[in-house]
C-alpha cells in the first residue's frame, strides 16, 4: 500500500508540476490542460495536484513498510 500511495502522489506531482508549467511558460505538456472542463482553471488544479501529491506521500510515510 504504501509503494501504491508513493506512485499516485509520484504522479500527481509531475502532472501538478506539468501543469504549472504549462501555465507559466505554454509548453504543451501534461494532462492539467487537455482536461476539457478545466478550462481557466489550469492553475488551481495544477496546485491542487501538488497539494494532493505532498498529502499522498504523508499518506505513505506514515504507513509501516509491510
Same mark, same amino acid.
Given at each position: 500500500?504504501?509503494? #501504491? #500511495? !508513493?506512485?499516485? +502522489? *509520484?504522479?500527481?506531482? /509531475?502532472?501538478? /508540476? &506539468?501543469?504549472? $508549467?504549462? !501555465? *507559466?511558460?505554454?509548453?504543451?505538456? +501534461?494532462? $492539467?490542460?487537455? $482536461? +476539457?472542463?478545466?478550462?481557466?482553471?489550469?492553475?488551481?488544479?495544477? /496546485? &491542487?495536484? /501538488?497539494? #494532493?501529491?505532498?498529502? #499522498? *506521500?504523508?499518506?505513505?510515510?506514515?504507513?509501516?513498510? +509491510?
Amino acid at each position: 500500500m504504501k509503494q #501504491l #500511495l !508513493e506512485l499516485l +502522489g *509520484f504522479l500527481a506531482l /509531475v502532472q501538478g /508540476v &506539468a501543469g504549472l $508549467v504549462h !501555465e *507559466f511558460t505554454d509548453w504543451h505538456w +501534461g494532462l $492539467v490542460q487537455r $482536461v +476539457g472542463f478545466l478550462d481557466g482553471y489550469g492553475l488551481y488544479a495544477s /496546485v &491542487a495536484l /501538488v497539494v #494532493l501529491a505532498i498529502a #499522498l *506521500f504523508a499518506a505513505a510515510e506514515s504507513r509501516r513498510s +509491510g
